[in-house]
């Protein structure tokens, strides 16, 4: 996943249905002495409109929780979408625009507060390690040159088939990759993590060796592939917002039709278009065991 020099600014275009980190703060600045606990936080996606219905597919969330022993204060850190996962996952088609337009960015959210009713109801709060005060300054310098650097949410995992050694062509980046990231740094700093099993959900397509097809301007421009953009936007038009039951199923079946009997994907990825060759099973969702990290630095002493 590429890495930018810097994050622009969302085009007005972009409306979230959900305000992007409504009560988002500044990091504080931890005292050296303080004893920091860290918590890993996982519920089922939208948990606060549809329950545990995501969860019973394993479609999680996750976030990280930290709560300081000076202070007694306690505070929650995530990445997600800015503009909701639909945005992230497909583009818009709007009228006199050849290319599809994204609204994909997804970014970094701290706040003071852990809704623990939201996380225990359907998810999981467990203390996964402690850090010092000092490691919570490094880490915070961390995050905001991660958020920079990291910002388009990337929905899909694209692998060669489902065996555990196969080849992965594109890998995602969305809540869980920045949690591992961080558990990552964390570990890096001197965190000893605790002894204790973590899944993660990665949505997987499955696909022959992907076939390069070019950036916006080389297949949308003036001197570009026509017959290749048509196909593009033709690809994306079923997975449009739907407005009643029967728009939707309709163009489901379109859907099923080119990436299942035709084996046919678009990829959007680092600003690049590239064509899938499905494969069976298409498509999977999994919720597997991603370790918790051990450190390269001898711990701080916490």
Not at 86 to 101: E, I, K, Q, V, Y
Request: proline content about 6%; charged content about 20%.
């Amino acid at each position: 996943h590429r890495r930018f020099d810097y994050r622009p600014k969302p085009d007005p275009y972009c409306q979230a249905r959900y305000t992007f980190c409504p009560t988002g703060s500044a990091f504080p600045v931890m005292k050296e002495e303080d004893v920091i606990e860290v918590y890993r936080l996982q519920a089922p996606v939208w948990e606060f409109k549809y329950g545990d219905l995501l969860g019973h597919l394993k479609i999680m969330h996750d976030a990280v929780g930290f709560k300081s022993s000076l202070t007694g204060k306690n505070y929650t850190m995530e990445w997600y979408e800015l503009f909701q996962l639909g945005n992230c996952t497909f583009p818009h088609l709007r009228p006199g625009m050849d290319a599809p337009f994204w609204c994909n960015q997804g970014a970094a959210c701290f706040f003071e507060g852990i809704d623990d009713a939201h996380w225990k109801e359907n998810g999981t709060l467990v203390l996964v390690t402690t850090i010092s005060g000092t490691m919570f300054n490094e880490m915070a310098k961390w995050v905001k040159y991660d958020n920079e650097t990291g910002i388009y949410y990337e929905t899909w995992t694209v692998q060669a088939s489902p065996d555990k050694q196969s080849i992965v062509w594109f890998d995602s980046y969305e809540c869980s990759k920045f949690i591992l990231r961080t558990y990552q740094k964390l570990a890096d700093l001197g965190a000893v993590f605790k002894t204790t099993q973590t899944n993660y959900t990665s949505i997987i397509l499955f696909s022959g060796e992907p076939i390069y097809l070019g950036n916006e301007t080389s297949i949308f421009g003036p001197l570009g592939n026509k017959t290749l953009a048509a196909a593009i936007r033709d690809f994306y038009y079923p997975f449009k917002p739907h407005r009643t039951v029967g728009e939707f199923f309709v163009d489901l079946l379109k859907i099923i039709d080119r990436v299942i009997l035709n084996q046919q994907f678009y990829l959007f990825y680092n600003l690049e278009y590239w064509f899938l060759p499905m494969k069976f099973p298409y498509l999977k969702i999994i919720y597997e065991e991603v370790p918790l990290p051990i450190g390269s630095k001898t711990s701080f002493g916490v």
